[in-house]
């Protein structure tokens, strides 16, 4: 049975760091796409990050140069570090994982974790 466990989430003031993290069980990250998305309230899931299985990473514009997405092999766990936080990266961040190449897409991803919430003050 795959399970995706996030982690991580909290309450930083805008201009902080924060970094979530995503574990898995019964899948190895190492085979699959893993995406981290974002949900605000009202607003649909926005694509965040994605790193493939090459290690190549790509950002959304609203965070590039802000966002670090990492695996961790020997852990079995991608990391993203939020440096800069504004209000608006405020939501529920998501990890997936998928074995399609459309990784900006959240229809492509198979396996999804509950999520845990980002939330950034002004």
């Keep these: 049975q795959v399970q995706l ?4 989430g909290g309450l930083v003031q805008a201009g902080g760091s924060l970094s979530v993290s995503c574990e898995a069980s019964g899948l190895t990250f190492s085979n699959y796409v893993v995406g981290w998305f974002r949900q605000a ?20 514009d609203s965070v ?8 961790d092999n020997a852990k079995n766990m991608v990391s993203l570090q ?14 997936a994982a998928g074995v399609n ?12 974790g509950l ?7 002004s």
């Design 82 to 95: 939020m440096n800069s936080l504004k209000p608006e990266d405020t939501g529920v961040y998501s990890c």
């Design 101 to 112: 190449a459309l990784f900006r897409l959240p229809t492509r991803y198979d396996y999804w």
């Design 64 to 71: 590039k140069d802000r966002f670090t997405i990492s695996r």
């Design 5 to 8: 466990v996030e982690s991580g």
């Design 41 to 60: 309230p009202g607003k649909e899931r926005e694509f965040v990050a994605a790193i493939l299985r090459s290690r190549s990473t790509y950002y959304a």
């Design 115 to 121: 999520g845990t919430q980002v939330t950034v003050s």
